[in-house]
C-alpha cells in the first residue's frame, strides 16, 4: 500500500541548474509533508517541510511546493550543487503523527 | 546524548537466528517508527509507536517481526528465524508530539543474514 509515491528513481542535472523531485500521495488525511536527504551511511536527514495551508514554503535554495487537488509536491533545488547529490525522500503525515515515505529520488548533479 | 541511537551499528547473523535491535529515541518525543531499507530500494514502513496508544503493525513483514516499546523510552525490533532477504538497514525515527514536527532518524543497523 504505497500511500507515498516518487516515481523517478533518479535525476541527473548539471550544476547550476535548477533540479526538480516529485512526490504524489494518496491519502487525503495527509496534512504535513516533509523532504528528507540521505547520504550513504547516515540517516536521512531533514530538508525542508510545508503544512497543508500553504502551498509554498521557501529556505535557501530550496523551495516545496503543494497542491492539495492534485495531492502532489515538489521539491525545487536552484542552484544545484555538487554536494546537493543524495537520495530524497518525500514524508507525508497526518494528524495522528502516522508518517509514511516515498522511495526515493537519487539525485546526480554534475559538475 | 541528543540524537537517536540505534545499537548495534552493523550486525551479521547465521540464517535461522534471532537478532534484537535497539532504539534509543530523544527523550520527550512519543513517536517513534521503525523503517527497512533494503539494498537500492526505499524506505519501507515497518511499526509505529505513539505514546501509550496501541502501535501500528501493519509494516511488519511476517509474524518473525516484532518490536516492543517501553512507555516513551527504548524500543526494540526483533526478527526471529532470520532469512536473507531480512538483509537490510533498519532505521529508527523519533518525533515530538504535535504533528507538525519533524522526525529525527538514527544512523541505521546494517543488518547481514548470511
Known amino acids: 500500500d504505497q500511500q507515498v509515491k516518487q516515481n523517478s528513481p533518479s535525476l541527473s542535472v548539471q550544476e547550476g541548474r535548477i533540479s526538480i523531485l516529485n512526490c504524489d500521495y494518496t491519502?487525503?488525511?495527509?496534512?504535513?509533508f516533509l523532504w528528507y536527504k540521505k547520504y550513504p551511511a547516515e540517516g536521512p536527514t531533514f530538508l525542508i517541510s510545508?503544512?497543508?495551508?500553504?502551498d509554498k514554503n521557501e529556505d535557501g535554495r530550496f523551495t516545496v511546493f503543494l497542491n492539495k487537488s492534485a495531492k502532489h509536491l515538489s521539491l525545487h533545488i536552484v542552484p544545484s550543487q555538487p554536494g546537493d547529490s543524495a537520495v530524497y525522500f518525500c514524508?507525508?503525515?497526518?494528524?495522528?503523527?502516522?508518517?509514511?515515505f516515498g522511495a526515493g529520488t537519487r539525485l546526480t548533479v554534475k559538475p | 546524548g541528543a540524537g537517536v541511537s540505534q545499537s548495534p551499528s552493523n550486525k551479521v547473523t547465521e540464517k535461522g537466528k534471532d537478532v534484537e535491535l535497539r532504539c534509543d529515541p530523544i527523550?520527550?518525543?512519543?513517536?517513534l517508527y521503525w523503517y527497512r531499507q533494503r539494498l537500492g530500494q526505499g524506505l519501507e514502513f515497518l511499526i509505529y509507536?505513539?505514546?501509550?496508544?496501541?502501535?501500528?503493525k501493519s509494516g511488519l513483514p511476517s509474524d518473525r517481526f516484532s518490536a516492543e516499546r517501553t512507555g516513551e523510552s527504548v524500543s526494540t525490533l526483533t526478527i526471529q528465524r532470520t532469512q536473507q532477504e531480512d538483509s537490510a538497514v533498519y532505521l529508527c525515527a523519533s518525533r515530538s508530539p504535535g504533528g507538525y514536527t519533524e522526525a529525527f532518524f538514527g544512523q541505521g543497523t546494517r543488518l547481514t543474514v548470511v
Open positions: 491519502n487525503s488525511m495527509f496534512d504535513y
Open positions: 510545508i503544512s497543508s495551508i500553504k
Open positions: 514524508a507525508a503525515s497526518a494528524q495522528d503523527n502516522d508518517m509514511r
Open positions: 509507536f505513539q505514546g501509550n496508544s496501541a502501535p501500528d
Open positions: 527523550s520527550g518525543h512519543t513517536a
